[in-house]
C-alpha cells in the first residue's frame, strides 16, 4: 500500500502563483513516475505534468512555460510550482503515482483562481 499526502493550494488571483506538495509513503522500494492530475468541475480528470525518478518530465500544453513539476527522491515526495495562474486552473489537484502496475491517488486538493 502507499499513501500519498497532498499539502498547499488555496485561493489565488490571476497571475499569481501557488505551489503544491505529495509526500510518498507505504510499503514500497522506488517510486518511479510522479504526477499531477486535476480536476475541473463538470470536467474529467486530466494530466497536469510527470517526472520520473531520473529527473525526465512531461506537461500538460496548457501548463507548459507556468507549472514546474520536482521531486527529492529521498523524501519520496512531489512538488508543483505553479507561477501565472490563470482561471482555467482552478480545480481539485491530485497526487498521483503507481507501483507494482496499482495506481494511487491522493486525496486532492483545491486549486482556485479568481479572475
Known amino acids: 500500500q502507499v499513501q500519498l499526502v497532498e499539502s498547499g493550494g488555496g485561493l489565488v488571483q490571476a497571475g499569481g502563483s501557488l505551489s503544491l506538495s505529495c509526500a510518498a509513503s507505504g510499503s514500497f522500494f522506488v517510486i518511479n513516475v510522479m504526477g499531477w492530475y486535476r480536476q475541473a468541475p463538470g470536467k474529467e480528470r486530466e494530466l497536469v505534468a510527470l517526472?520520473?525518478?531520473?529527473?525526465?518530465?512531461n506537461y500538460a500544453d496548457s501548463v507548459g512555460g507556468r507549472f514546474t513539476i520536482s521531486r527529492d527522491n529521498a523524501k519520496n515526495t512531489v512538488y508543483l510550482q505553479m507561477n501565472s495562474l490563470k482561471p482555467e486552473d482552478t480545480g481539485v489537484y491530485y497526487c498521483?503515482?503507481?507501483?507494482?502496475?496499482?495506481?494511487?491517488w491522493g486525496q486532492g486538493t483545491q486549486v482556485t483562481v479568481s479572475s
Open positions: 517526472i520520473t525518478r531520473g529527473g525526465s518530465t
Open positions: 498521483n503515482t503507481q507501483v507494482f502496475s496499482k495506481t494511487y
